[in-house]
């Protein structure tokens, strides 16, 4: 399979971790939640296609909204925890979007941060919108460039210095910055088939920690994050250090024990071109 990688990722430690922290993230993700609701406009009885629904938020607010909801993900973990958030309200399938296909057709396909992490983005968005009915619509967040996401770019710099020197890696591949470029992601959208292609930023407040203060913050950034994979391959001795640079490095964004940085993101609209 195309995503063979992404799909063992999201099934091993990250999907347990992401489902263990499912009422933090939803929390964290709440302004972007919003946003992409009001842009998707669902109306009561329309078909959803939420791909990477990933814990069943976004899946469970189009259900409440009246829709008839189908979510999507690779991950087990989440989507188990999704399904039982769902209740029988909405329909969850263990499946790459990039890949499944249904009969019937949707009116409307949403996405938040569940499509930025195929191998082969083109041949995935034409057979997303294989699955949007004639005049159906697609809409999706996807974050800006890492310069405009403070809440990774100052962890990251705390520890950078700490760590061994990695090379550079691709910026379009798969993963949460992939679609960072707005012309290319434009491009893409365009070649498989879409039209009326809008992308408009947002910027948004990530928190980190809700009332835990700096020490909060560390804790969910150990765990969740670009940081927490480099955290998670250094012995015990290093880690200690990367978690007081952390420490250091959030501490002046501690507004009374939140910690709020920085983030923006595109809200892309798309409809299936005829």
Not at 81 to 90: C, F, I, K, V, Y
Not at 177 to 185: G, K, Q
Request: with cysteine; proline share 6%.
């Amino acid at each position: 399979m195309p995503n063979d990688e992404q799909i063992e990722y999201w099934n091993d430690n990250a999907g347990l971790k992401w489902a263990e922290e499912q009422h933090a993230l939803d929390a964290m993700l709440a302004p972007v939640t919003s946003l992409l609701m009001d842009a998707a406009a669902i109306a009561p009885g329309e078909r959803v296609l939420d791909i990477g629904c990933g814990t069943g938020e976004t899946t469970l607010l189009a259900a409440n909204a009246g829709a008839h909801v189908t979510g999507v993900d690779v991950s087990k973990p989440m989507l188990d925890l999704a399904r039982s958030r769902t209740d029988g309200r909405a329909k969850t399938i263990l499946a790459d979007a990039a890949e499944y296909r249904d009969d019937e057709g949707f009116d409307l396909i949403i996405s938040r941060f569940g499509v930025m992490f195929f191998e082969n983005p083109i041949a995935a968005f034409t057979n997303i919108r294989s699955n949007l009915k004639a005049g159906g619509r697609m809409v999706f967040a996807c974050w800006q460039t890492p310069k405009v996401n403070m809440w990774v770019m100052v962890p990251m710099q705390a520890i950078k210095p700490l760590l061994p020197e990695v090379p550079e890696t691709d910026p379009h591949a798969p993963g949460p910055f992939a679609f960072a470029d707005s012309e290319r992601l434009e491009g893409i959208l365009h070649r498989a088939g879409f039209g009326d292609v809008s992308i408009a930023a947002h910027a948004v407040e990530i928190c980190l920690s809700q009332s835990g203060g700096a020490d909060g913050a560390v804790r969910f950034s150990s765990q969740i994050g670009p940081a927490s994979r480099a955290l998670g391959e250094v012995d015990d001795i290093l880690k200690a250090r990367l978690l007081n640079a952390l420490k250091t490095a959030l501490q002046p964004f501690d507004k009374d024990g939140r910690v709020s940085l920085p983030g923006g993101i595109w809200i892309v609209k798309a409809s299936a071109a005829t």
